[in-house]
């Protein structure tokens, strides 16, 4: 019986450990894993920095990794499923560097080691650089970015191909960043647009109208003009520059979704209770040699399918508007005119509506143990909405580049006016008694009516 006990248990551990090998040979197929490798020029070993890197799947032609090389020529590109790939690395005055490679999984990092390139002086097209075209091209003090190298869905805006660029960042309130690095402003065509309103292009243009998307360190005109400039004169510009069918003729995009809110009948003062849910935008553009005018208008109380969010928030609450958290509403109109019909001058004229509503509840519940008598116990609760509106009407006007003078006149003018109403309750009981209970509400609101204008005339040295 001994023996036959014995030999139970090594059949069983047996298959215990069979079955622990099949477990992590199917974890390792399915993992993810970071890949790095450092350029390096194949004559003086000096790193390359700026560089574009990218992996194309074995038998595939999408794009699904990026990355930029470093000052010190190294390339991490992070998340990559096991597998076989093709490593593309390209930069002008270079042979492009392009090989097959099995990535397999490592705790740490894959290696592809020091790759190193050949120097081509001759080479300055960029475009010819590969059948798919360089997804990233660095030409002095830009950065260009091919839009058809990043894939993005039929209906995504300019806002969700930033997102797939790498390096590119946009903050919640249409805030874009380059490697950490605020853009200062956004152009398109390389004309304004909506002026300091950067979710008025991110929101509004649709993804599959853009060519390309240039980071641009510039001096600011002010200071080009003056022949003076600082390190304060420096901005980053990020200029949309639309496909070519675009530029002309009349264009009109439009999406628009629907739903409804689910109540159930169980008391629950935080559900969704706004019945109508929305979703949607529409652009109008028109372009000839001369003029170019773009109306847009967007509204939503509901993120888009697919999207999530989570709500949470603590401490104190007040009447003020930026202070509500909840659920969002937004509405905006607005158009942009830009026009070269001034001899030597550029013109933009921007006028832009907002409204942002929001609905914020809480509830409360608190228990205080007593080590003698009954528990205490306070409910409380609030309740509040707001409203915001925002009328802003702003004028550019500048000279053309010319080596004789330098004119810049922008005046503008805006309204703004918010509201809050809010209601407070709280009730506190103890052994089915209650105790105390308060209720509070207040209303607040506010407007102002701001103008900044701002003029400058400059002569150019002639010598």
Not at 134 to 159: C, H, Q, Y
Not at 352 to 374: A, I, L
Request: charged letters at 20%.
């Amino acid at each position: 019986m001994k023996h036959i006990s014995l030999l139970m248990c090594t059949i069983l551990f047996v298959q215990t450990l069979s079955a622990q090998v099949l477990n992590y040979d199917m974890i390792e197929r399915n993992a993810n894993t970071n890949v790095k490798l450092t350029l390096k020029d194949s004559k003086s070993s000096k790193p390359i920095s700026w560089a574009s890197v990218y992996l194309i799947p074995a038998g595939d032609t999408t794009i699904t990794h990026f990355a930029l090389s470093d000052d010190k020529g190294d390339v991490l590109l992070k998340e990559v499923p096991v597998g076989k790939y093709e490593l593309n690395a390209e930069i002008i005055g270079y042979n492009p560097h392009k090989k097959v490679y099995t990535i397999k999984s490592h705790w740490d990092a894959y290696d592809l080691g020091i790759i190193k390139m050949d120097e081509n002086a001759e080479f300055l097209d960029a475009a010819s650089i590969s059948a798919i075209g360089n997804p990233v091209t660095v030409k002095k003090d830009t950065i260009e970015f091919n839009a058809s190298s990043f894939r993005v869905g039929e209906n995504a805006m300019l806002e969700d191909l930033i997102k797939k660029m790498p390096g590119m960042a946009v903050a919640d309130d249409g805030t874009v960043t380059l490697n950490g690095e605020k853009i200062d402003k956004i152009t398109v065509g390389g004309k304004t647009f909506f002026f300091n309103d950067p979710t008025a292009a991110l929101k509004n243009l649709p993804a599959k109208i853009v060519d390309k998307i240039k980071i641009i360190d510039k001096t600011k005109d002010e200071a080009a003009g003056s022949g003076i400039v600082t390190k304060d004169d420096k901005e980053k510009v990020m200029d949309v520059e639309l496909k070519e069918e675009y530029t002309e003729g009349w264009y009109g995009n439009a999406k628009l979704g629907g739903g409804s809110t689910l109540n159930p009948d169980n008391g629950n003062s935080l559900i969704d209770d706004r019945g109508l849910l929305y979703n949607g935008n529409a652009m109008v553009t028109g372009y000839t040699e001369k003029d170019q005018v773009i109306f847009i208008g967007n509204a939503f109380n509901a993120i888009e399918p697919g999207a999530g969010v989570a709500y949470y928030s603590s401490g104190s609450t007040s009447g003020d508007f930026s202070s509500l958290g909840g659920l969002n509403s937004t509405a905006q109109a607005g158009i942009n005119y830009n026009t070269s019909r001034i001899k030597d001058m550029e013109s933009t004229l921007s006028v832009n509506y907002k409204n942002n509503g929001k609905v914020d509840k809480k509830v409360s519940s608190r228990t205080t143990f007593q080590p003698e008598g009954p528990d205490v116990l306070t409910d409380g609760s609030y309740d509040a909405t707001g409203s915001q509106n925002q009328v802003s009407a702003s004028m550019e006007i500048k000279s053309k580049e010319n080596d004789r003078y330098y004119l810049y006149i922008m005046p503008s003018v805006g309204y703004t006016s918010e509201s809050v109403s809010a209601a407070n309750t709280s009730l506190t009981s103890s052994d089915g008694t209650q105790i105390n209970s308060s209720e509070a509400s207040t209303v607040s609101s506010g407007s102002n009516i701001y103008t900044n204008n701002y003029i400058y005339f400059g002569l150019k040295n002639q010598s």
